[in-house]
C-alpha cells in the first residue's frame, strides 16, 4: 500500500498532500458508467495492500476537481485522497494534471472523461476527441487525408482509389497504439454503429 501510494506521489509532484478518507463532493474527472462501485472493489480488499486513491484539484470558489476509478461511497477498503489548491484561473493546468494522470499512469481511454470538464478547462484544442461528435471528428480526418491526398497527386503520378481507405488505416493504427482499449472500441463499432450515436445522445 505504502509503495502506491509513493509512486502517486512522486508522479503527481510537489504541492499534493495525502489524507485519508474518501474525497469531498466535487465533479468527477471520469464519466460515472466507467467508475467501479463500492461493493465491487471492496470484494477486493481483502487480497492484499489495495487502496482506493482519489486526486483532487480544489479550485479556488469551492469547485473540485476528482479523479478516481471508484465510485464514492462505503467501502471496505481503504481510501487515500490526494488534493491540491488551485486558483481559479489555473483550471486549465488542474484538469490537464488529472486528464494527464488518468491516462498515462492508469492508462484510461479518453473516451472515459467527462466532456464536460474538458471544455469547462478550456483544453478541447489538446483533446477535440473528448470534446466533439464522433461524425465531426470523422468528418476532419476524412477532409484532412483529402487535402494530404490532393497535395500528393500534384506532386506525384496518380495512385489507384485505395488512399482513403489507407489513411483510414492509419490512422486507427495510431490510435490503437496509444490505447489498446481502441480496438473493442472500433469492433463494437463495425457490429453495431447505432450505438455509437446512442452514446451522444
Known sequence: MA???????????????????PPPGGVYLLK?????????????CGEGDLVVVY????????????????KPGLSKCPMATFMRRFAKSEARQAVKTL?????GVDKVPLFQINPEL??????????????????????????????????????????????????????LREKIELDAGFVEIVKKIVEDPERLRGCYV
Not at 509513493?6 to 478518507?21: S, Y
Not at 460515472?32 to 477486493?44: N, Q
Not at 473528448?130 to 500528393?152: F, G, I, N
Open 3 to 21: 509503495s502506491v501510494l509513493r509512486e502517486v506521489e512522486a508522479r503527481l509532484g510537489e504541492g499534493w498532500r495525502m489524507q485519508w478518507g
Open 32 to 44: 460515472e458508467v466507467y467508475m467501479a462501485d463500492p461493493e465491487e472493489a471492496s470484494a477486493y
Open 55 to 70: 486526486i483532487v484539484a480544489a479550485l479556488e470558489g469551492g469547485l473540485n476537481v476528482v479523479y478516481g476509478r471508484v
Open 99 to 103: 486528464v494527464d494522470f488518468a491516462t
Open 118 to 171: 474538458i471544455r469547462f478547462a478550456g483544453l478541447c484544442d489538446e483533446y477535440p476527441v473528448v470534446c466533439e461528435d464522433p461524425v465531426v471528428v470523422v468528418s476532419k480526418l476524412v477532409a484532412a487525408s483529402a487535402r494530404r491526398q490532393r497535395q500528393r497527386e500534384a506532386e506525384s503520378p496518380p495512385r489507384p482509389q485505395t488512399w482513403l481507405l489507407e489513411e483510414l488505416v492509419k490512422i
